[in-house]
């Protein structure tokens, strides 16, 4: 019986869109996280008759035919690019991209890599580096007798040092944009590698080529809506529900079958 295995691949692609939205929960508070959405697409149909065909000798044709479908599959899980809240820390080497854009930072292995987490820390030699300690394009330092770090919103660092009244630029973030954004390869920790599908990134200084600009003492917030994700978790739990009762059904018809004397 081919519903057996068409609800089948019905539980297993619910239970798929139940994985994306745990994910989407676990990663609630995330900082600069965008929620995740599972799609899927019909499979292939059984073409018992097809449309068109022609059913009689006066060249009837069928309007319909019969095609059966054998089931679901799951199409993509996409990133929902979307600019979340900032939410104000204070701290000087905290950075929120307002708008389209992400901060470059370079691998041990020196591939680019990118992220939307403008957590950024200083290590011992006072070069700006992610939480995980990654260097952050294009590799400021900040000296050790900075009494105060300023971030405009264009990127260009200013510190401030004992006896000087004007501050001293140490350096410009730049950001890369992508022509789909979707495209790009999460390796974790808050981190995306350039795909061929996103296309190369366009690296340019913060408000330009329509790109974003920083505010520092801000992080943004995940984009996650957990309302929104509660009630698409109801809706899978209930679609994994009704294709388990179709299994039921299914073996009930079996078994009737088997006890025909």
Do not use: C
Request: overall charge negative; cysteine-free; charged content about 20%.
């Amino acid at each position: 019986m081919k519903s057996l295995h068409i609800a089948a691949t019905g539980m297993s692609a619910q239970q798929m869109r139940v994985d994306t939205i745990a994910n989407n929960l676990a990663n609630m508070n995330t900082t600069g996280y965008n929620a995740r959405r599972a799609d899927f697409a019909d499979l292939h149909y059984q073409q018992l008759a097809r449309p068109g065909a022609i059913s009689a000798a006066d060249g009837t044709v069928l309007p319909t035919g019969v095609q059966l479908g054998l089931g679901v599959r799951p199409s993509s899980v996409s990133m929902q690019v979307q600019q979340g809240a900032s939410a104000e820390t204070g701290g000087d080497l905290d950075l929120a991209i307002e708008g389209r854009g992400w901060l470059e930072v370079t691998l041990p292995d020196g591939t680019p890599a990118f992220t939307r987490d403008g957590g950024l820390k200083r290590t011992g030699d006072g070069l700006i580096v992610t939480s995980d300690g990654y260097e952050v394009a294009p590799g400021i330092v900040i000296p050790n007798d900075v009494r105060a770090i300023s971030i405009n919103a264009q990127g260009d660092v200013f510190g401030y040092f004992a006896g000087q009244v004007q501050p001293q630029q140490l350096g410009q973030f730049t950001l890369a944009g992508f022509a789909n954004e979707k495209g790009l390869e999460a390796m974790g920790s808050n981190l995306f590698l350039e795909t061929e599908a996103s296309g190369p990134a366009n690296v340019a200084a913060p408000g330009t080529e329509g790109l974003g600009t920083l505010r520092q003492g801000y992080l943004e917030e995940s984009s996650v809506d957990p309302v929104r994700e509660l009630t698409e978790l109801i809706k899978a739990q209930r679609g994994y529900e009704l294709n388990s009762k179709v299994i039921t059904a299914a073996d009930q018809m079996m078994a009737a079958t088997t006890q025909v004397r």
